[in-house]
């Protein structure tokens, strides 16, 4: 069964960093391109980043591009989001998920999802 | 590339068909997937391609397409399927949701 286990959530201060990992089993992690989506308290979804399977290309939301950076490690079969520079609306529960490809393709779709670490950004 | 989804929210009983709807500002061919939410939960892929069902997804949905207009049917809808809807466009980067369709209980 495939799963994915987010963790590394919490509170921080705005100006802060956090790191998020997700765990993969279940499936041959490297390849598959893996991503990160947020969900601010009730609000919908939103893309944060994709990375290929080995690591190799990246992708960023706007929002975020410059202050987030995304990352694997193959071996650990981990995935990971450093956050740098934290703002209030950076304040959503962060989900993984798993890519239907290799590398961030037109067509692309997100399955199965990790249940999610919660970043709350305050003083 | 912006996803306007409607109606934002509906109530329907046990039993209705509902039908929810996802335009796409552009052409994005058939790249298109719909996720379905629950409280707490996250979120679970329902179609992808616009028409086809995941694996281990009742047959009572489905999903279809119209140019840029894109729509998910519940057939008969089950108490299990009171949720909030979203659909993803994966056509090009910035990847995209809908803003979501709340699915109450009437």
């Known amino acids: 069964e495939v799963q994915l286990l987010e963790s590394g959530g919490g509170l921080v201060q705005p100006g802060g960093s956090l790191r998020l990992s997700c765990a993969g089993s279940g499936f041959t992690f490297s390849s598959f391109g893996m991503s990160w989506v947020r969900q601010a308290p009730r609000k919908g979804l939103e893309w944060v980043s994709s990375?290929?399977?080995?690591?190799?290309?990246?992708y960023y939301a706007d929002s975020v591009k410059g202050r987030f950076t995304i990352s694997r490690d193959n071996s650990k079969n981990t995935l990971y989001l450093q956050m740098n520079s934290l703002r209030a609306e950076d304040t959503a529960v962060y989900y993984c998920a798993k890519d239907r490809y290799l590398v961030v393709t037109p067509g692309d779709w997100f399955d199965p999802w990790g249940q999610g670490t919660p970043v709350t950004v305050s003083s | 590339i912006q996803m306007t989804q409607s109606p934002s929210s509906l109530s329907a009983s046990v039993g209705d068909r509902v039908t929810i709807t996802c335009r796409a500002s552009q052409s994005i061919t058939n790249y298109l997937n719909w996720y379905q939410q629950k409280p707490g939960k996250a979120p679970k892929l329902l179609i992808y391609?616009?028409?086809s069902l995941q694996s281990g997804v009742p047959s009572r949905f489905s999903g279809s397409e119209s140019g840029t207009d894109f729509t998910l049917t519940i057939s008969t809808l089950q108490p299990e399927d009171f949720a909030t809807y979203f659909c993803q466009q994966t056509y090009s980067s910035p990847l995209t949701f809908g803003g979501g369709t709340k699915v109450e209980i009437k």
């Open positions: 391609a616009a028409s």
């Open positions: 990375i290929s399977g080995s690591g190799g290309t990246t």
